[in-house]
């Protein structure tokens, strides 16, 4: 089962690194992380996307509830929330594509951020489905280079 953690911790060195750890002594695979500071620096706020079965993300989100760097903890899989990932693609190019690699960027309102001779790169950002969907749509034409963000998250509404 896929769930979504969002922590909100104190942002001191070694935080993130004792997260990750934590996640493989339960057996929890760490499909996206992203960490970055909040609207106050001393905050950072780190988005766990995470494989395993619903026991083991259980344990791990009880295990880092409890250590006193974390302010607040939350299972974003039970909540409505809002998500948003990065992608850049590096693409292979000849004259003959490109004018169908260009309708598929529009489509997808992916933005070219460099060109090359044999290649062009372009930038997304949207909900993992749309960059799912723009790398299904890409794979034919030869992806040579690719960097993903991982995952970052708030929950939707007020709170």
Known sequence: MKRTLS???????????????ECGKYDANILSLAAGETENPEVSRIVLHLDGDDAAIDKVERYLDSLDVIIRIDDLSRKDF????????????????????MQIFEVFRANVVGMGQETITVELAGDQERVDGLIKMLIP???????????????????
Do not use: F, W
């Not at 922590?7 to 750890?21: D, E, F, I, R, Y």
């Not at 030869?142 to 970052?152: A, P």
């Open 82 to 101: 809002v998500d948003r990932e990065l992608v850049m693609v590096k693409v292979a190019m000849n004259r003959e594509q490109t004018g169908q690699l």
């Open 141 to 159: 034409y030869g992806i040579k280079s690719m960097c993903r963000s991982g995952m970052i998250a708030l929950k939707r509404g007020d709170e």
């Open 7 to 21: 922590a909100l911790c104190h942002n001191k060195p070694g935080v993130l690194a004792q997260m990750a750890q």
